[in-house]
Nanobody, 128 residues
Framework: EVQLVESGGGLVQAGGSLRLSCVAS????????VGWFRQAPGKEREGVAC????????DYPDSVKGRFTISSDNARRTWYLQMDGLKPEDTAVYYC?????????????????????WGKGTLVTVSA
């Protein structure tokens, strides 16, 4: 059984930084894509970063580009999201997800509907 566990969330002041981690267990796929998503109260889950297992290609929406960085340690089945310059509007529960539909998932940038596995999330709160 594939399990994803996120960690690293917390409370931070605006302008601060956090580093989220996602560790997978029971995972044995060669081609996959990993995405970080977030969901704020009353809003849909949105992607904030994704990375391909093929060549470590990455993609970010404009809302976080230049502030968030996704990275991977494929051997350890661990993925990271470095978040700098945090803003109050970044407050949300952050989830990592994996798509096993090839190295770029079923859609690139990754979409929430295309993910096969999810973690339970970690809460990030950014105070003004």
């Amino acid at each position: 059984e594939v399990q994803l566990v996120e960690s690293g969330g917390g409370l931070v002041q605006a302008g601060g930084s956090l580093r989220l981690s996602c560790v997978a267990s029971g995972f044995n796929f060669d081609d996959y894509a990993v995405g970080w998503f977030r969901q704020a109260p009353g809003k849909e889950r949105e992607g904030v970063a994704c990375i391909s297992s093929a060549d470590s290609s990455t993609d970010y929406p404009d809302s976080v580009k230049g502030r968030f960085t996704i990275s991977s340690d494929n051997a350890r089945r661990t993925w990271y999201l470095q978040m700098d310059g945090l803003k109050p509007e970044d407050t949300a529960v952050y989830y990592c997800g994996i798509s096993t539909f090839g190295a770029y998932g079923s859609a690139w940038p990754l979409k929430a509907w295309g993910m096969d596995y999810w973690g339970k999330g970690t809460l990030v709160t950014v105070s003004a």
